[in-house]
């Protein structure tokens, strides 16, 4: 498996710290939760011009070894690749985000 990250934190961020454009995009790939819950959650983030919210991403063994060491989360977007992410310095406001490929 390869992995690739740059290694920047990112804020994790609520749907009104978007732009109006972006909340719209959000909204959209969200229709699945209701306008409250959307409103109100905290979690959101954008990799690579897709949105993302730390909900969508399964947990990782925290005894993983090999690839999977030291990531705390993964979202497969097709059988061979997904989207990684860890949190920053154990602080839960950010997270670090890298692609999985085999």
């Given at each position: ?71 705390d ?25 890298g692609?999985?490929?085999?």
């Open positions: 498996m390869n992995i690739r990250t740059n290694n920047v934190p990112r804020d994790l961020l609520c749907l009104h710290d978007f732009s109006a454009a972006d909340q719209d995009k959000i909204r959209k790939h969200y229709d699945w939760m209701d306008s409250d819950e959307l409103e109100n959650t905290f979690g959101f983030f954008k990799y690579r011009n897709c949105f993302y919210h730390r909900q969508d991403f399964m947990r990782a063994s925290s005894d993983a070894t090999g690839d999977l060491a030291g990531w989360g993964y979202a497969g977007d097709s059988y061979f690749s997904g989207t990684l992410i860890k949190f920053a310095d154990n602080d839960c406001d950010r997270v670090i985000v692609r999985y490929f085999c």
